[in-house]
C-alpha cells in the first residue's frame, strides 16, 4: 500500500490542534494542512506549511515558537513546501538564525516545488533541517521521513476521502497522543505545568 491516508485541511487542524493550559491560555496549530502518508509499512505523519512567498521569513519562522509550544512531535513532523529553491535556501538559514540557543524536539523538513520530480511530493524531495544542516546535502523520498504520532487502525466508514488512518471522528474528546501531559511554554523546552488535568484534547468534526 502507498498513499495518503488521512488529510485535514486547515479548518479542521485549527479545530483539533488545540491545548488548553492550567494557566487558562490556549496554544494551537493552524497548518495549511496535515496528513499521513503510508508505504512500506511506514507511517509518516505531519503537519504541512505551504509556502507561497506571500509571508515574510520573519512570519515563516515564527511559526516555530508555537509548534514547540504544542507537543507537535507526538502527532507528526513539520513540512514546509517552499515555491522556489531560493526561497528553501533563504528559510533554511533563516531557520537557523531563529533557533540559535534553543533545544527544539520537532522533526522540520523543506523542500522546493521548482526542483520537479516524477513521484511529485512522495519522491525523493526533502530535506531534513537541523541547526548544523543549513545547507541541503540530501534529499529523501517522503515515505523515508521520521515517523512521529500514533498509529491508527484503518477505518472503511469514512465520510471524507483519505481519512482512512484519522483519528477516531466518534469521540470529540479522544486523547490519542503519546505522554499527553507534557507541554511546552516557549522554545527553551521548559514544562508549564505538570497538572494531570492538562490534557491535550482532539476534537474532529461530527
Excluded at 520537532?106 to 526542483?115: E, G, K, L, P
Aim: aromatic share 8%; charged share 25%; glycine share 6%.
Amino acid at each position: 500500500m502507498a498513499g495518503l491516508t488521512h488529510w485535514w485541511s486547515e479548518r479542521q487542524c485549527a479545530d483539533c490542534f488545540r491545548l488548553e493550559l492550567y494557566s487558562g491560555e490556549t496554544v494551537g496549530l493552524r497548518p495549511d494542512s496535515y496528513g499521513c502518508w503510508e508505504q512500506h509499512d511506514r507511517a509518516v505523519r505531519f503537519f504541512l506549511e505551504y509556502d507561497t512567498g506571500t509571508e515574510s521569513l520573519t512570519i515563516l519562522t515564527a511559526k516555530i515558537a508555537t509548534y514547540q509550544r504544542f507537543p507537535t512531535d507526538e502527532f507528526g513532523i513539520l513540512l514546509f513546501s517552499l515555491h522556489s529553491s531560493r526561497r528553501e535556501t533563504a528559510l533554511r538559514a533563516a531557520l537557523g538564525r531563529a533557533v540559535s540557543g534553543y533545544l527544539l524536539d520537532i522533526t522540520i523538513v523543506t523542500m522546493a516545488r521548482d526542483d520537479a520530480h516524477l513521484e511529485g511530493p512522495a519522491g525523493p524531495v526533502w530535506a531534513p533541517w537541523t541547526p548544523h544542516s543549513e545547507t541541503v546535502t540530501q534529499r529523501v523520498h517522503l515515505a523515508d521521513l521520521p515517523e512521529r504520532g500514533p498509529r491508527i487502525a484503518h477505518r472503511t466508514d469514512t465520510r471524507q476521502p483519505y481519512n482512512e488512518a484519522a483519528f477516531d471522528a466518534n469521540n470529540r474528546h479522544a486523547r490519542v497522543v503519546l505522554d499527553s501531559n507534557r507541554v511546552r511554554t516557549d522554545a527553551t523546552h521548559q514544562t508549564a505545568s505538570s497538572d494531570p488535568s492538562e490534557q491535550i484534547i482532539i476534537e474532529t468534526d461530527s
